[in-house]
C-alpha cells in the first residue's frame, strides 16, 4: 500500500520551518507509527518523534493527524485515508505546547498543571494493617480515569486553553477526579473547593473536543462535569460556575424552557455591579435588534415569569426525576 | 559539560526505578533520577495481568507456596534465599502501593480481587483491570510528584546514559547526554542503581517496546560487572501475530483457551492439570509445536475468549479488547485471536545478591535489568512486578545504609571524554548506504530464528558468527542526523551497540549450557540436568576487554529439585 | 419523491433570543416541503447545563420530548447543535440502560406517554443532506450566492463525541456545512475555528475566555477572506453575533462579520427576500453581505 505522508518539520538549529513530504510503501494493515518509523529509519534519519510501546499504554507518540491529535500507534493509515492511497495524510506536532523539534513538543506546562492539582493519594489517619476496603464499583469507575496515559492529547486539542494558558486543562482535571472519587482519599472537599477556583472545573467549555481525541475512553470532560456535580453536592458555591447552572435548572423547572434574559445576572451574581456593568452596551445592542425577549424580564420563579404550555406536566416530571438519582455507595471502611 | 554530585544515582525510572528512587528519598538521600524517556513511558506500563501478592490475606496464600511456585517455574535454577524474600516481603510491598493508591479490583466485600496466573496453584494474582503494570507505574510517578519528594528529588528526565563513571573497581555515577540539548554530563553519586529493563529489542519481533535495548546491563558489563542468566530469555506465549504485541496471560487467568487450527484445546496434550496455565515455558513450547506440525494456520495458533462474555471482557480485559480491535481488526468478544509465542523477558541480568549489589562498589541493579535470580531459566507471570518494587526498594535501602561511609570523590571532567569521542566519531561517519535499523532488523530476526524456543549448537555458533559480521557493519554505519537536539538518529545508534553486547552474552550462554531448563530448550540435549547445570552462567568483561565465564551454584533452601508437572 | 416530515423541536434560543432562527426555519421548511409538527409543549435538553447537578432531571425531559415524537409517529427535527448533541448523549445513554428507562418511562406514563429507543433524531443540517439531498437542493437554488465566501461554524455539540453521533454510518456529517455551503452556490471558507468552540457555555462564568474565543474564530475567518460564517447553532450564534463587538473589545482584534443561521443561508439561495428571513435582526450588520447578493434567476432550471 502506498502511504503519503507530510510532516510538519522544525529544527531549533536551523531557521527553517516547513513541511517535507514521504511516500512509502508499506503494508496493508499499518499504522501511522509504522509508517514513520519506516520514514525514520530508511528515508530521513533527522525526523524526531517520540515513541516507545507501539501499543498505546506509554503515551509517547501523540501528535496532530489531519488536525486532530492522536496516538500515532493507534491511527490506521487505511481509516485516515479511507483507503484512498493518493491521500496525504498531514502530521504535525501537538498544540499547545512548544514545538522542540518536528513532532517533539515540550511538556513541561503539561506537567505542571498534574502537579497543580495535588496528584496523590491523601488518606486520612493511619494506614490500615491490611488493603483499605472499598467498594469495586469505585475502583472499575477511577480505573477508566486511569487508563490516562498522560499522552497530552486532550491538553492539544483543549479549546479553552488555546485562549487561556492558564487553564488547568483536561488531563489534569481528569487526573484531580481520579482522587477526589477515591473512597480512600480524605481531602475530597478540599480538593473540590480548590478545583472551583478560576482556572478550574468551571472554566470548561464543554466543547468535547478532549473527549473526542483521548485515545483511552477517559473522557476527560464527563470526569469535569463529575467534578461538578460533587462540588455542587458538596455545597461549593459563590462562583460563577455554581450560580450558571442553579439559575438554568431553576429556568426550566419553572418555565420549562430556557430564560436567556436572567442567565447573565443569575450567574455573575446581580449585585456583581462592575460585571453587570459590562453587560449593560451588548443588552441594549440586542434589544435594539429585537434579540432580548422582553417577555422574559421576570426571573425564573418570580410571579408572573414566562412559562412554557403545559408547565404543570413538566413540573410533575421534575418532582418524580427526583427518584431517579441513585443512592450512593458506602465509600468508607470501617478499618 | 556540568558535573552533577548526589548521593544515590537512579538510572531508569520505570518500577524498579521509581520504587528505589522514593525508597531512597525517603530515608532522606539526595537522590537523582536518569531515564532516557519522561518516567511514565517506561515500559513498566506494559506488565498487564498483574502483581502476586503472597502473603495478602487468605487469596494471596503463604508465602512459602508462592515461593514454592516460583522456585518450580525457574526450573530450579532460581535461587532461593532470594525468592524467599521475594515471597516474603511481596506482600507487604503489594499493600503499600495499594494505599499509595493504586486502585487494584475488588471482591464484593471490599477486599482485593485476585486472578490466576500461570504457573501458579491458585489466584493469588492482583489485578488493576489488564493496566496493572501503568496503574503501579502511574502510581508511583504520583508519590514523586508529592511536593516533599518533588522539590528534593532531581529527575533527568530524557537524558541518556552512555556509560558508568568508574574509579577502579568503584562505580562513582554516570555520563549522561541530555537528549534536549545533546550536552554530555557528569552525574556523579556515592551509589549508583540500575534499573534500566530489559532488552528484547535485539530479537524482532518482541514484546518489547522500543526503549528496551538493554542499555544498562551492557554498560555494567562494559564496567566489569559479572552477568548472569543472559541464555534465559523468556518467551510468551500469547503476543499479537503479525506486530508481535503483548497479550495479556489474564486472558488466560480469566479462562481463556487456546486453540489450534481443528479447534482443539491443545494443552491437554501438554499439561493436562493446568492447562492454558501451565508455566510461560511450557506453554509457549507446545504452541509451537502445534504450530511445527501443521496445526496452526499460517504460525500461529488461536485464543478464544468469547465464552467469558461480554461483561467479563470490557470489564476485566478491556485493553486486550481494544488492541485487537484496532490493531487486528477482530471482535474478541465474537472471534478468536490469532497469537504466537514471542520474546518478551530477560531472567538474566547484572548479577546481584540479594540487596541489589553488584560485586563491583557502589553499583546496584533492580527489576528487569538485574539478575538476583529470583526467576532463573523461566519468570512465572506477575511476579516481574513484584521483583520490581521488592528488589527496587531493598537496593536503595542497601544502598543509603552503604554510602554512610562513603566521602564524594570528585570526579574530572575528562570523564565524559571517552563517550564524547564515541559520539563525534558516530557523527563524523560518512552514511555508506547501510543504516542502523536494517543492521538491527538483521540482527533482530536472526535471533529470533537462532536463539529461540529451539535451540541447537549449529544454530547458536551461526548466529555468533552472523553478530561478529553484523557488529563490522555496526562499527561502519554512520547516522543521518548531525544535530544537538533530539537527535534520535544517535541514540539508536549507541543502543544498537548494547544490543550487541547483550545479544552476544546470550548467545555464548546459550551455547554453555548442554541441557534443556526453562526457557532454554536445546534440541541436542533435551533434558534437564542437575547434576552438571544446576548452576549459572556468569559473563565478566576482565579489564583488558577479554572476556571470563564462570559459575555459580544454585543456592537451595527448602526446595530440592524435582521433575517438573503441570 | 417522499413527503419530509418531522416533529419538530424548535429549541429555546430560537424561541427566545433569536427569533429570526425560527421564522427562517418555518419559512424555509415550507419551501422545501418538509413539514414540521412542533412540539410545543417539549421542554430543554438542559444544554449540560441542567446535567451538571441533576443529570436524571435533564434524562427524564429529553425522553418526554422524544416520547412526544413517537406518539405523533415521527422522526424529531431539531435547530440546534447543542440540542442534537444532548439528545443524542441522552438517546445513547437511554438505550444502554434499559432498566433506567423503564424507571423514566413509569415518570412519562403520567401523561401517556412512553419512549422506546431507536427514534430519529437529526438536526436541520442533516435532514438537508441526508433526507432532502443536496442535489434537490440544487435544483431549487433561485438565486445562487455566488461570490460569497462563507466560512462554516458547526457547534461542539453537532460533532463530538462523533462516536453518538453516527459517525459510523455518516461519516461525512464533519463535512455537510462545506456541502451545503457549496450546493448553493456560495465558496465555503476553509480555516481552524470552524470546528471548535465559540465559547458560549464559558460566556457567564468566564467572560474573557468566551469572547476571545468567539474573537479568534471570527478573526480567522475574516482574514481568510470570508463575508460571514454559518451555522447550524443558535447559541454560536448568539456568542459570534451578539457577542461580537464585546469581543472586539476584548481582543483588540478589527472584525465585523455577519454570522448568518443555516436555515438563513438557504432561504436566501431560493430567493427570500433578506427581511423575511429577518436578516435585519442581527447585532452585527448584514448589509455588506447582502451587497453581495444577486437578484434571483427568472426561471429556477430542473
Given at each position: 500500500m502506498k502511504v503519503k505522508l507530510k510532516v510538519r518539520r522544525s529544527d531549533p538549529e536551523k531557521a527553517a520551518v516547513g513541511y517535507s513530504q514521504y511516500t512509502i510503501d508499506a503494508p496493508e494493515h499499518t499504522t501511522l507509527l509504522d509508517a514513520l518509523i519506516q520514514v525514520r529509519e530508511y528515508e530521513d534519519g533527522t525526523l524526531a518523534l517520540r515513541c516507545s510501546c507501539r501499543s498505546a499504554i506509554c503515551g509517547s507518540c501523540s501528535m496532530r493527524v489531519d488536525g486532530r491529535a492522536r496516538l500515532a500507534c493507534r491511527a490506521k493509515i487505511i481509516a485516515l485515508t479511507r483507503g484512498d492511497e493518493e491521500h496525504e495524510v498531514t502530521v504535525e506536532p501537538m498544540g499547545n505546547m512548544p514545538v522542540i523539534k518536528d513532532l517533539v513538543v515540550d511538556m513541561e506546562s503539561f506537567w505542571s498543571k498534574i502537579r497543580q492539582v495535588d496528584p496523590y493519594l491523601q488518606p486520612e489517619g493511619p494506614e490500615p494493617e491490611g488493603e483499605y476496603r472499598v467498594p469495586n464499583e469505585s475502583m472499575i469507575d477511577l480505573t477508566h480515569t486511569m487508563n490516562c496515559i498522560m499522552c497530552g492529547a486532550c491538553v492539544s486539542d483543549c479549546t479553552v486553553l488555546e485562549v487561556d494558558k492558564n487553564f488547568i486543562a483536561p488531563a489534569a482535571l481528569a487526573k484531580a477526579y481520579r482522587f477526589a472519587a477515591d473512597p480512600r482519599d480524605g481531602h475530597s472537599h478540599e480538593r473540590l473547593e480548590k478545583l472551583s477556583e478560576y482556572s478550574g472545573i468551571w472554566d470548561c467549555t464543554r466543547c468535547n473536543m478532549c473527549v473526542e481525541v483521548c485515545p483511552k475512553g477517559v473522557a476527560p470532560m464527563d470526569r469535569i462535569l463529575q467534578l461538578r456535580e460533587m462540588a455542587i453536592e458538596e455545597k461549593i458555591s459563590g462562583n460563577s460556575g455554581v450560580r450558571h447552572t442553579n439559575i438554568f435548572t431553576k429556568s426550566i423547572t419553572d418555565g420549562g424552557r430556557l430564560n436567556e434574559v436572567w442567565m447573565v445576572p443569575g450567574s455573575v451574581g446581580i449585585f456583581n455591579i462592575p460585571r453587570m456593568m459590562k453587560e449593560i452596551p451588548g443588552a441594549l445592542r440586542m434589544l435594539r435588534v429585537g434579540k432580548l425577549p422582553v417577555g422574559q424580564a421576570i426571573p425564573p420563579g418570580a410571579p408572573g415569569s414566562h412559562k412554557m404550555k403545559g408547565m404543570d406536566r413538566v413540573r410533575n416530571l421534575v418532582r418524580k426525576a427526583a427518584t431517579l438519582k441513585p443512592s450512593k455507595p458506602k465509600v468508607k471502611s470501617d478499618d | 559539560m556540568a558535573v552533577y554530585e548526589h548521593d544515590v544515582l537512579v538510572i531508569g525510572a520505570g518500577l524498579a526505578g521509581m520504587r528505589a528512587a522514593l525508597a531512597a528519598q525517603h530515608l532522606g538521600a539526595d537522590v537523582a533520577m536518569v531515564s532516557k524517556v519522561h518516567p511514565v513511558r517506561s515500559h513498566s506500563n506494559a506488565a498487564q495481568g498483574g502483581v502476586n501478592g503472597p502473603g495478602i490475606g487468605e487469596d494471596g496464600g503463604p508465602w512459602e507456596e508462592h515461593a514454592y511456585e516460583t522456585t518450580k517455574a525457574s526450573d530450579y535454577l532460581g535461587d532461593q534465599d532470594a525468592i524467599e524474600i521475594l515471597a516474603q516481603e511481596g506482600g507487604r510491598e503489594v499493600l503499600q502501593m495499594e494505599h499509595w493508591g493504586v486502585v487494584f479490583s475488588r471482591k464484593a466485600d471490599g477486599t482485593l480481587a485476585t486472578r490466576r496466573f500461570g504457573g501458579m496453584g491458585k489466584a493469588r494474582t492482583f489485578f488493576v483491570g489488564a493496566i496493572t503494570g501503568q496503574a503501579m507505574l502511574h502510581v508511583l510517578y504520583e508519590q514523586l510528584m508529592r511536593p516533599s519528594v518533588y522539590q528534593a528529588m532531581r529527575s533527568y528526565d530524557e537524558w541518556f546514559v552512555t556509560s558508568l563513571i568508574m574509579d577502579g573497581q568503584q562505580c562513582r555515577g554516570c555520563v549522561a547526554m541530555n537528549i534536549r540539548t545533546g550536552e554530555l554530563h557528569a552525574v556523579t553519586a556515592k551509589a549508583t542503581i540500575i534499573a534500566t529493563g530489559g532488552l528484547g529489542r535485539m530479537y524482532e519481533p518482541s514484546t518489547n517496546a522500543l526503549i528496551c535495548t538493554g542499555d544498562g546491563i551492557a554498560m555494567a558489563y562494559r564496567a566489569g560487572a559479572p552477568i548472569m542468566d543472559m541464555e534465559m530469555v523468556q518467551i510468551h506465549p500469547t503476543t499479537l501475530k503479525g506486530s508481535g504485541v503483548l497479550i495479556t496471560e489474564g486472558a488466560r487467568g480469566e479462562g481463556g483457551y487456546l486453540l489450534n487450527k481443528d479447534g482443539d484445546r491443545f494443552m491437554e496434550k501438554y499439561a493436562p492439570n493446568l492447562m492454558e496455565l501451565a508455566s510461560r515455558d511450557v506453554v509457549s513450547r507446545a504452541e509451537q509445536t502445534e504450530i511445527d506440525e501443521g496445526r496452526g494456520v499460517d504460525g500461529s495458533v488461536f485464543l478464544d475468549m468469547r465464552h467469558l462474555g461480554e461483561q467479563v471482557i470490557k470489564e476485566k480485559l478491556e485493553e486486550i479488547y481494544e488492541i485487537a480491535r484496532d490493531l487486528v481488526n477482530v471482535d474478541i468478544t465474537k472471534e478468536l485471536l490469532p497469537i504466537r509465542p514471542g520474546i518478551h523477558y530477560a531472567m538474566g541480568g547484572i548479577k546481584t545478591d540479594s540487596n541489589g549489589a553488584t560485586v563491583l562498589p557502589g553499583l546496584y541493579s533492580a527489576g528487569e535489568a538485574a539478575c538476583v535470580s529470583v526467576h532463573g531459566a523461566n519468570r512465572v507471570g506477575a511476579n516481574s512486578l513484584l521483583d520490581t518494587i521488592v528488589f527496587g526498594r531493598r537496593a536503595a535501602e542497601h544502598a543509603v545504609s552503604w554510602i554512610k561511609g562513603q566521602q564524594f570523590r570528585p570526579v574530572p571532567e575528562s570523564v565524559v571524554d571517552r563517550d564524547r569521542k564515541m559520539i563525534c566519531d558516530i557523527l563524523e561517519r560518512p552514511m555508506n548506504?547501510?543504516?542502523?535499523?536494517?543492521?538491527?532488523?538483521?540482527?533482530?530476526?536472526?535471533?529470533?530464528?537462532?536463539?529461540?524456543?529451539?535451540?541447537?549448537?549449529?544454530?547458536?555458533?551461526?548466529?555468533?558468527?552472523?553478530?561478529?559480521?553484523?557488529?563490522?557493519?555496526?562499527?561502519?554505519?554512520?547516522?543521518?542526523?548531525?544535530?544537538?537536539?533530539?537527535?534520535?538518529?544517535?541514540?539508536?545508534?549507541?543502543?544498537?551497540?548494547?544490543?550487541?553486547?547483550?545479544?552476544?552474552?546470550?548467545?555464548?550462554?546459550?551455547?554453555?549450557?548442554?541441557?534443556?531448563?526453562?526457557?532454554?530448550?536445546?534440541?541436542?540435549?533435551?533434558?534437564?540436568?542437575d547434576e552438571n547445570w544446576l548452576k549459572h552462567i556468569m559473563l565478566t568483561r576482565q579489564p583488558d576487554g577479554s572476556e571470563k565465564m564462570s559459575y555459580l551454584p544454585v543456592t537451595i533452601t527448602q526446595w530440592q529439585p524435582q521433575e517438573r508437572k503441570y | 419523491m417522499t413527503d419530509l416530515k418531522y416533529a419538530f423541536w424548535p429549541g429555546c434560543v430560537s424561541k427566545g433570543a433569536a427569533p429570526e432562527l425560527y421564522v427562517s426555519t418555518k419559512r424555509v421548511a415550507g419551501m422545501l416541503g418538509i413539514e414540521l409538527v412542533e412540539l410545543d409543549q417539549a421542554a430543554c435538553t438542559g444544554a449540560g447545563v441542567i446535567q451538571e447537578q441533576n443529570p436524571e432531571l435533564a434524562d427524564a425531559l429529553n425522553a418526554r420530548t422524544f416520547a412526544m415524537a413517537q406518539q405523533l409517529g415521527l422522526p424529531l427535527m431539531n435547530i440546534c447543535s447543542t440540542c442534537q448533541g444532548i439528545e443524542s448523549m441522552v438517546q445513547d445513554k437511554l438505550a444502554k440502560k434499559p432498566a433506567y428507562l423503564e424507571k423514566i418511562n413509569a415518570i412519562l406514563a403520567d401523561e401517556g406517554l412512553h419512549y422506546t429507543p431507536g427514534l430519529a433524531i437529526k438536526n436541520f443540517l442533516w435532514i438537508l443532506v441526508e433526507d432532502f439531498g443536496l442535489d434537490r437542493l440544487r435544483s431549487m437554488v433561485k438565486r445562487p450566492l455566488a461570490g460569497m465566501r462563507i466560512g462554516p461554524f458547526y457547534g461542539c455539540y453537532i460533532l463530538r463525541p462523533s462516536e453518538i453521533l453516527g459517525k459510523d454510518e455518516h461519516p461525512d456529517r464533519d463535512k455537510y456545512l462545506e456541502m451545503v455551503i457549496d450546493a448553493v452556490g456560495a465558496t465555503p471558507v476553509e480555516y481552524s475555528g470552524a470546528k471548535k468552540c465559540c465559547g458560549f457555555p464559558l460566556l457567564t462564568i468566564n467572560r474573557e475566555n468566551s469572547l476571545k474565543q468567539a474573537g479568534n474564530h471570527i478573526h480567522e475567518a475574516q482574514d481568510l477572506g470570508a463575508d460571514a460564517l454559518v451555522s447550524p447553532c443558535p447559541l454560536c450564534h448568539l456568542n459570534l453575533d451578539a457577542q461580537q463587538p464585546a469581543a472586539k473589545a476584548v481582543t483588540h482584534y478589527d472584525i465585523d462579520l455577519p454570522i448568518i443561521h443555516l436555515p438563513q443561508m438557504i432561504g436566501l439561495a431560493l430567493g427570500v427576500e433578506p427581511k423575511e428571513l429577518r436578516l435585519d435582526r442581527h447585532v452585527v450588520s448584514t448589509k455588506k453581505l447582502l451587497a453581495k447578493l444577486p437578484a434571483p434567476a427568472a426561471v429556477a432550471v430542473g
Open positions: - | 548506504g547501510d543504516r542502523v535499523a536494517k543492521i538491527r532488523l538483521d540482527m533482530g530476526m536472526t535471533m529470533n530464528e537462532n536463539v529461540g524456543i529451539w535451540r541447537t549448537p549449529d544454530k547458536l555458533e551461526q548466529q555468533m558468527s552472523l553478530l561478529t559480521q553484523l557488529r563490522a557493519r555496526y562499527a561502519k554505519a554512520g547516522v543521518e542526523d548531525k544535530g544537538k537536539v533530539f537527535n534520535t538518529d544517535l541514540l539508536f545508534h549507541i543502543e544498537l551497540g548494547f544490543m550487541f553486547d547483550c545479544a552476544e552474552m546470550t548467545v555464548t550462554s546459550a551455547i554453555e549450557r548442554k541441557e534443556s531448563r526453562g526457557a532454554h530448550t536445546r534440541l541436542d540435549f533435551p533434558n534437564r540436568d | -
